[in-house]
């Protein structure tokens, strides 16, 4: 690793951290020096990922705090606690997510899509938001909002969820225009990754579920964790606006 991808006395926050995706961005932002916020809802568990994270001996900080990222006052906590345990907040990672509507759109029930824009998308503008206040409206800093392929292509199958990525990606765009030149802002598209959160995804074996894919496996936490250290870098200073997909070559297919 160079020197410019180094994140020592950066401080961080990653949202949905308890496991999966978020889990592995929080572990690789500390092996990169950050000081890192984890927050999710359930305290249990985001305990336990905290310990796990302080194991791995990384010198960085590590702080866990409980909160719904739908709900504007966790968001104003975590972000202010981030600044006040590490004396910046540089680095904010949107990658709570929620799917809880599968298949038609003529079936779905409204409520439902509603929570999923109001976490999917709302909470990450919410997010941003309060980070801007706190501190990098003054000081900068980079975001990084954790997107889907489902965002770019239509799958007919988690569609709710994809057009709420979608807008998460046009958010992204949105807010790297508003916010330039000292607040870069990316988004990653992953493709089927193996967490509990995909489970659904490949119920039918990984042979199965990445027979579409040129790689011809499905992705790890790790793989996402790691592009999103290298966005939040000095090594991407040049780079704002963009969606990464880090999809194992499927939408170079064309298929989802």
């Known amino acids: 690793m160079s020197n410019e991808a180094g994140l020592q006395g950066k401080g961080a926050l990653v949202t949905g951290a308890s496991r999966g995706i978020g889990h592995a ?3 690789e932002l500390l092996s ?3 000081s890192v916020l984890i927050t999710a809802r359930k305290p249990d568990a985001l305990d336990e990922a905290a310990a796990a994270l ?4 990384h010198p960085g900080k590590i702080v866990a705090l409980p909160g719904n990222s739908g709900d504007a006052d966790a968001r104003a906590r975590a972000v202010d606690t981030a600044v006040a345990e590490f004396g910046s907040l540089d680095i904010l990672i949107n990658n709570t997510g929620i799917n809880p509507v599968f298949g038609s759109l003529m079936d779905a029930d409204l409520d439902a899509v509603r929570k999923i824009f109001d976490v999917n998308v709302v909470a990450a503008l919410g997010y941003v938001q309060q980070a801007y206040r706190a501190w990098m409206s003054e000081h900068g800093g980079a975001v990084v909002n954790v997107a889907s392929v489902a965002g770019i292509r239509s799958t007919g199958v988690i569609a ?3 057009a709420s990525k979608a807008a998460l990606i046009r958010l992204t765009e949105e807010l790297a225009w508003q916010l330039g030149p000292n607040i870069r802002v990316n988004a990653v598209a992953p493709g089927v990754v193996k967490t509990r959160f995909a489970e659904a995804l490949y119920a039918n074996g990984d042979e199965a579920a990445s027979a579409g894919y040129p790689m011809k496996r499905l992705g ?6 790691r592009l999103i250290g290298f966005l939040s870098s000095d090594e991407a200073a040049w780079i704002t606006g963009e969606t990464v997909r880090v999809d194992g070559g499927l939408l170079a297919t064309g298929g989802m």
């Open 54 to 57: 302080s194991a791995l001996g």
């Open 32 to 34: 990169r020096g950050a």
């Open 25 to 27: 961005i929080a572990a």
């Open 160 to 162: 709710a969820y994809g």
């Open 220 to 225: 790890t936490p790790e793989d996402v964790a």
